[in-house]
């Protein structure tokens, strides 16, 4: 059973930024598609960000493309979202999120994903 912990989440100021991780414990992630979700108050867990297990080309949801970045380190069973030029609109609580079946069609939609961390805080003051 695989457990992903974030972390890296805070309160920062517009156009400050933030890097978040997210580690696995109890197996390995090499073989896993992993993503980033994000859901804020009131709102529905949105896609953020997604990257398959060859760590080549990721996808982004529109409002993050251009200002987050996310990578992987499959020897250190991590994943990184790099959050620049934050905006207010970015607060929301971020989920790392993982699965080994994913396909290109049901990348960004949680639904599909089998394993979820308990979230990390991001808040963005104007």
């Known amino acids: 059973q695989v457990q992903l912990v974030e972390s890296g989440g805070g309160l920062v100021q517009t156009g400050d930024s933030l890097r978040l991780s997210c580690t696995a414990a109890g197996g390995t992630i090499s073989r896993t598609t992993m993503a980033w979700f994000r859901q804020g108050p009131g709102k529905e867990r949105d896609f953020v960000a997604a990257?398959?297990?060859?760590?080549?080309?990721?996808y982004y949801s529109n409002s993050v493309k251009g200002r987050f970045t996310m990578s992987r380190d499959n020897a250190k069973n991590t994943v990184y979202l790099q959050m620049d030029s934050l905006k207010p609109e970015d607060t929301a609580v971020y989920y790392c999120a993982a699965d080994s079946r994913i396909i290109l069609s049901s990348l960004r939609t949680a639904e599909h994903y089998d394993y979820w961390g308990q979230g990390t805080q991001v808040t963005v003051s104007s």
């Open positions: 990257i398959f297990r060859t760590g080549y080309n990721p």
